[in-house]
């Protein structure tokens, strides 16, 4: 079963369809781009869409949590390739009318719920909003393509690891931004530290404990983490890593 690639069809370039809508996928000036009535824009391109299919299939649960939802194309596309799941999104941006209507249209509102005007890095607002949505349902994947700041991503994956089902996925996107040279060398946030700490923390954390974290996988695009079967509630990272009493210089 390959429900994602089997729903994309018509690729031209930048432009693609999906059980009928149309989709673009744009990789710069984000600001320019918004899903129109005809258009849903999406930052993940098709073949980094397909490779979710590997980690929605092997989830335990069919709960997904997403960090950043932009212009509202990756959370439709996934509800449209995986009926029986219930995808929540959490972005700091204003509501777009244009991508809520697309969910109304398609009939997704109970399986689809994006909180707008959110922080991830907000405690209160995102236990709330796991609270609510998943109750004592534990989520299967989540997925982070928010900010790409070190902090920020490290205060959500803290936040909510521990809400992973054991064997759950939690997907760090564009860990490698810092090392990939132009453009991403000229955009703002490359004065900041590379989102690559956090994964050396994570690697660190996986050798430091036995039953946090059971797989660390890393692609170009993304880094997947495999929550093991320790009992967790908010982490504190710093306070987990064994570094025989040196500190971490970030880069």
């Known amino acids: 079963m390959s429900a994602i ?7 031209n370039g930048s432009d693609f369809e999906a059980a009928g809508l149309k989709f673009r996928f744009v990789n710069s000036d984000y600001h320019l781009h918004k899903t129109t009535d005809e258009m849903v824009m999406v930052l993940k391109e098709p ?14 649960t069919r709960n997904v949590l997403e960090f950043g939802v932009f212009e509202g194309g990756s959370i439709i596309l996934f509800a449209l390739a995986y009926p029986n799941f219930k995808f929540v999104g959490v972005d700091i941006r204003p509501p777009n009318e244009a991508v809520l209507r697309h969910i109304r249209r398609l009939n997704l509102e109970d399986r689809v719920k994006i909180y707008y005007k959110t922080s991830q890095t907000d405690g209160d607002a995102i236990g709330r909003i796991v609270e609510t949505e998943f109750g004592a349902g534990e989520i299967g994947v989540i997925s982070d393509d928010a900010s790409h700041n070190y902090q920020y991503s490290k205060r959500t994956f803290e ?3 521990g809400s992973l089902a054991a064997t759950g996925h939690y997907c760090l996107e564009d ?3 810092a090392h990939w040279g132009e453009p991403f060398q000229t955009q703002q946030w490359v004065d900041q530290p590379a989102l690559t700490n956090l994964l050396f923390e994570i690697l660190i954390l996986y050798a430091s404990t036995h039953d946090i974290i059971t797989l660390v996988e890393t692609r170009h695009a993304f880094a997947c983490v495999r929550r093991g079967g320790a009992k967790l509630g908010e982490l504190n990272i710093d306070k987990l890593l ?10």
């Open 242 to 251: 064994r570094v025989r009493g040196k500190k971490l210089t970030l880069i």
């Open 5 to 11: 690639a089997d729903i994309i069809t018509n690729e």
């Open 175 to 177: 860990w490698a931004w």
């Open 47 to 60: 073949r980094f869409l397909r490779l979710y299919d590997r980690l929605f299939e092997s989830s335990p």
């Open 159 to 161: 936040l909510t690891f």
